[in-house]
């Protein structure tokens, strides 16, 4: 069984930074490719970043290259998301997630996430 616990999510005025954080336990969490997607009101969830299990690849959605870095502590089992040059359109509910497949390819299409945070809420005024 795993566990995800996002914190870090706030309101900040358009053109702030944030950083999310998603503690995991409950696996040896090393070995799992992990992802954050987003959902805002009357929208369905979307994808924002991943990073494979070694930290060496990372992949974005287009609304947010450059702007958008995940990162991960293996150590402290924690994927951070460090988002700069906040945006309103950025408002939504932020989630972390695992994939279930050890050691293997990162995937960006949300099927593929068996394990989910709670979320935490990120409001971006203008």
């Known amino acids: 069984q795993v566990q995800l616990a996002e914190s870090g999510g706030r309101s900040v005025q358009a053109g702030g930074s944030l950083r999310l954080s998603c503690a995991a336990s409950?696996?040896?969490?090393?070995?799992?490719?992990m992802a954050w997607f987003r959902q805002a009101p009357g929208k369905e969830r979307e994808f924002v970043a991943a990073?494979?299990?070694?930290?060496?690849?990372?992949y974005y959605a287009d609304s947010v290259k450059d702007r958008f870095t995940i990162s991960r502590d293996n150590l402290k089992n924690t994927v951070y998301l460090q988002m700069n040059s906040l945006k309103p359109e950025d408002t939504a509910v932020y989630y972390c997630?695992?994939?279930?497949?050890?050691?293997?390819?990162?995937?960006?299409?949300?099927?593929?996430?068996?394990?989910w945070g709670q979320g935490t809420q990120v409001t971006v005024s203008s």
């Open positions: 997630a695992l994939d279930p497949a050890p050691n293997t390819v990162v995937r960006i299409i949300l099927s593929s996430y068996a394990y």
């Open positions: 409950g696996r040896i969490f090393r070995r799992y490719n």
């Open positions: 990073i494979s299990w070694s930290g060496e690849n990372t």
